[in-house]
């Protein structure tokens, strides 16, 4: 891979179309990448998935699958109360096409060659639905990373963004585009640079029309709306309240 060659990565969408264009409006703004990534969990929960996944595949991002993506491409695989009535009405909305492209995506992605490897993964290289906390101790990265040859790991999954150095490996969590949880309402994605000491990490953060999205939500008929425009507009994990303002 050439020096220089910078990727961005988007994360945790949810079926948000507004943030995301917010976000390759402020990509475009930064220079382009010469490649996009989205690292799952595409269009869940969200009042435009399909016209999430179109845009994606317009622009040519390589896709991995979240556990939400396989969640509706898998029926029986969710896991909460409530979360059956929301999936069945995205399914509908995607339609089989779009079900058949979720199904389709990989797990992993791997971007250019050792020294300088970079996986991408939904959550972590394990699976797909454990999240990896930034406090995360020896023995959870041991389990979740320690196989793991690729010198550079980027993930979201867990709505934080940060970037951690463990065994000389970085750790890169891009957070969400569409669902931010860490006490700052702005979409959040990443740009990575290849430099000769390896990848240079970016956080972006990007302001987008939170009113527009509730509405959207309101109006969308998806099932449970309230309680998922309290979550966009808490926009921090209930856990974390006490941590973050």
Not at 42 to 62: H, M, N, T
Request: glycine residues 8%; charged residues 25%.
């Amino acid at each position: 891979m050439i020096e220089g060659m910078r990727v961005a990565i988007f994360s945790d969408i949810h079926g948000n179309l507004v943030a995301l264009d917010a976000c390759l409006a402020d990509l475009a703004s930064q220079g382009g990448a010469d490649a996009i990534v989205a690292a799952g969990d595409l269009c869940a929960d969200g009042p435009r998935p399909r016209k999430v996944l179109q845009r994606l595949s317009e622009i040519g991002a390589q896709c991995v699958r979240g556990n939400t993506d396989r969640y509706l491409a898998m029926p029986g695989e969710e896991r909460f109360e409530g979360e059956e009535a929301r999936l069945a009405w995205t399914r509908r909305e995607l339609g089989e096409k779009w079900l058949s492209w979720l199904r389709e995506l990989p797990f992993a992605l791997r971007i250019a060659e050792p020294p300088d490897e970079l996986l991408v993964v939904h959550a972590n290289p394990a699976n797909d639905d454990e999240h990896l906390w930034p406090d995360a101790d020896d023995v959870t990265l041991e389990r979740m990373l320690g196989s793991e040859a690729a010198s550079a790991i980027a993930f979201g999954h867990l709505h934080l963004p940060y970037v951690r150095l463990w065994r000389g490996k970085l750790l890169i969590n891009v957070a969400s585009v569409g669902l931010p949880k860490d006490g700052d309402p702005r979409a959040c994605y990443v740009i990575l640079t290849l430099r000769s000491g390896g990848w240079q990490v970016k956080h972006r953060r990007v302001e987008f029309d939170i009113k527009r999205v509730a509405t959207q939500l309101a109006e969308c008929g998806i099932p449970g709306s309230m309680r998922l425009i309290a979550t966009l507009r808490r926009h921090r994990y209930k856990r974390l309240t006490s941590i973050i303002p």
